[in-house]
C-alpha cells in the first residue's frame, strides 16, 4: 500500500505536475538531482472508464472538486530528521493551497492523508485552520488525518 493525499474544496483544484524543475529533451526528463523532481502529481476523480466523477471519501464536504496525489515526500510528523526533498513537498504543498485560496474564490479545502485504500476508514485526528494560520507544520503525514482549512471572511 502507498500513502496518499487527498484534497477536496469547493472550486476546482489544480490537477498535474507540483515541483517539477526537470529539463526534457526529446520526450526524455532530466533531473540534476532529485530535489528537481516533482513533489506531487495531481489527479481529479474523474473515472474516465465509468465517465463520472467518483468521490475519493466520504470525509470530503463536495465530491466535485477532489484532487489525488501518492505521497512519497511528505515527513511524518515523527520524523527526527527532515531532508531537503520533505521540505521541498511541504514548501510546495504549503504553496499550492495558499494560491488556490488567493487566485480563486475558494471558501475552503479539506485534506485527507491515508494509505490508498483507507479513505474512509474512521480518522484518528480531525484539525480546523483559519487559511491565514495555516503552516507547513499542519501538513506532515499522518495517518488518517483530516484538515479543514476555511477562509475567514
Known amino acids: 500500500m502507498s500513502s496518499y493525499i487527498y484534497l477536496s474544496s469547493d472550486i476546482l483544484l ?3 505536475s507540483i515541483g517539477d524543475k526537470g529539463l526534457t529533451v526529446f520526450q526524455t526528463t532530466f533531473y540534476p ?10 489527479e481529479k476523480n474523474y473515472d474516465t472508464d465509468e465517465q463520472k466523477v467518483l468521490s475519493f471519501s466520504k ?20 520524523d527526527k530528521k527532515i531532508s531537503k526533498r520533505n521540505k521541498k513537498a511541504l514548501e510546495e504543498l504549503l504553496g499550492y493551497i495558499k494560491n488556490h ?15 490508498n485504500g483507507f479513505e474512509n476508514a474512521p480518522l484518528k485526528q480531525h484539525y480546523s485552520f483559519n487559511y491565514n494560520e495555516l503552516s507547513a507544520n499542519d501538513l506532515f503525514y ?11 471572511n
Open 59 to 78: 470525509y470530503f464536504s463536495s465530491e466535485k472538486y477532489q484532487v489525488a496525489s501518492i505521497d512519497l515526500n511528505l515527513p511524518n510528523k515523527n
Open 14 to 16: 489544480p490537477d498535474g
Open 33 to 42: 538531482s532529485l530535489n528537481f523532481m516533482e513533489s506531487f502529481f495531481f
Open 101 to 115: 485560496f488567493d487566485n480563486n474564490n475558494a471558501n475552503y479545502v479539506e485534506i485527507l492523508f491515508c494509505l
Open 142 to 152: 499522518e495517518e488518517l488525518k483530516f484538515l479543514t482549512i476555511k477562509k475567514q
